[in-house]
T-cell receptor
Framework: RKEVEQDPGPFNVPEGATVAFNCTYS??????FFWYRQDCRKEPKLLMS???SGNEDGRFTAQLNRASQYISLLIRDSKLSDSATYLC???????FGAGTTVTVRA | IAGITQAPTSQILAAGRRMTLRCTQD?????MYWYRQDLGLGLRLIHY???????GKGEVPDGYSVSRANTDDFPLTLASAVPSQTSVYFC????????????FGQGTRLTVV
């Protein structure tokens, strides 16, 4: 079993919608997580970090639920440019989930 | 411009041949990583290095070797390539292996035939 598991999607949403998805982790000792964004055939880039209970950056909100061992990412007011694959990462040795694909349609 | 670079960008390689993928960073990061990315499987860690002079095995190390002779370079070697090693390879670096942002190279697309 992978250390980090994600729903692969795809999530197809209209512009302006809210989309949310989760990532579960197996190691209860894990302290910090990150969400990375990857565009098709490009390298992953950091979207936001999740150190304690959560983090918010503009339209993006990440939450960490230690009791249930999952991290969530919520995107409000989706834009076409939000279409990408979102990778959940346990930061010790950079353990990646397989990614969740989001497609925002006009 | 500071960053992390990989070479080559793409390569077609005959099975059985030896190949070294190069990775260089100029950010003086301690930690470096090699991943392969395959459709549906995400990024899988091959090898990593906490600091110059040390290396460790990741999730899928078989068939690959690495060295870390200095801070900047972290080459990945396929001693005898097989078709199952066809993949996109990403190198990354971070200040440490915990709690710091990782920066990725642009990737190397390797096809073993």
């Amino acid at each position: 079993r992978k250390e980090v598991e994600q729903d692969p999607g795809p999530f197809n949403v209209p512009e302006g919608a809210t989309v949310a998805f989760n990532c579960t982790y197996s190691n209860s000792a894990s302290q910090s997580f990150f969400w990375y964004r990857q565009d098709c055939r490009k390298e992953p880039k950091l979207l936001m970090s999740v150190y304690s209970s959560g983090n918010e950056d503009g339209r993006f909100t990440a939450q960490l639920n230690r009791a249930s061992q999952y991290i969530s990412l919520l995107i409000r007011d989706s834009k076409l440019s939000d279409s990408a694959t979102y990778l959940c990462v346990r930061h010790y040795k950079l353990s990646f989930g397989a990614g969740t694909t989001v497609t925002v349609r006009a | 411009i500071a960053g992390i670079t990989q070479a080559p960008t793409s390569q077609i390689l005959a099975a059985g041949r030896r190949m070294t993928l190069r990775c260089t960073q100029d950010m003086r990061h301690n930690a470096m990583y090699w991943y392969r990315q395959d459709l549906g499987l995400g990024l899988r860690l091959i090898h990593y290095s906490n600091t110059a002079g040390t290396t460790g095995k990741g999730e899928v190390p078989d068939g690959y070797s690495v060295s870390r002779a200095n801070t900047d370079d972290f080459p990945l070697t396929l001693a005898s390539a097989v078709p199952s090693q066809t993949s996109v390879y990403f190198c990354a670096s971070s200040e440490s292996t915990e709690n710091t942002e990782a920066f990725f190279g642009q990737g190397t697309r390797l096809t073993v035939v």
